[in-house]
Each structure stands twice: as structure tokens, then as C-alpha cells.
């Protein structure tokens, strides 16, 4: 996700503007086993929503680095957080 913030941030941006508040990205592509990757991405959404839940899936493989393919996260937002279990 390292240099992917801008286009992260441009999505989030765009779902903001269309009042999107649940939304999911599939094939992330980050290795979110790693707690900073998460928090990073927790970062860049709460950049945009003041109140935001996301769940993550990825694989147990070990991968090298911030790449890994596949990988999921959803994420609620706004009024919908206090929905997400």
C-alpha cells in the first residue's frame, strides 16, 4: 500500500462523494497479516470517515514485502458502524 495511497485515496475519495457507506475491495494485493498495513489502510479511510469498521481476509502463507496477491477488505462507514459485529 506503500505507494498505492494516492489511488487508495482517490477511491475513497470518489465512494465519499457518491455516499457510498459499504463498500469492498477485492484483490487488495497488501500483505495484511503485517498490523502496520492495517493500520495504515485504517489511516487512509478514517482520513475520509470520522467513523469507519473494516474486516481484512487474506491468506496464512507467508509473503515477503507489502505485495501479496489476493485479499479482501470491507468496510463500513459512517452511520453503518454501528451495524458491523
Keep these: 500500500m506503500g505507494s498505492n495511497c494516492e489511488e487508495l485515496d482517490s477511491i475513497l475519495q470518489s465512494l465519499k462523494e457518491n455516499n457510498v457507506g459499504i463498500f469492498g475491495l477485492a484483490e487488495s494485493n497488501v500483505e495484511f497479516n503485517h498490523p502496520w498495513i492495517r493500520n495504515k489502510y485504517n489511516q487512509e479511510v478514517r482520513s475520509v470517515w470520522t467513523q469507519a469498521k473494516s474486516a481484512m481476509a487474506t491468506s496464512k502463507t507467508e509473503w515477503e514485502g507489502n505485495y501479496k496477491p489476493g ?9 453503518w458502524t454501528s451495524s458491523v459485529v
Design 71 to 79: 485479499g479482501t477488505v470491507t468496510t463500513a462507514t459512517g452511520l
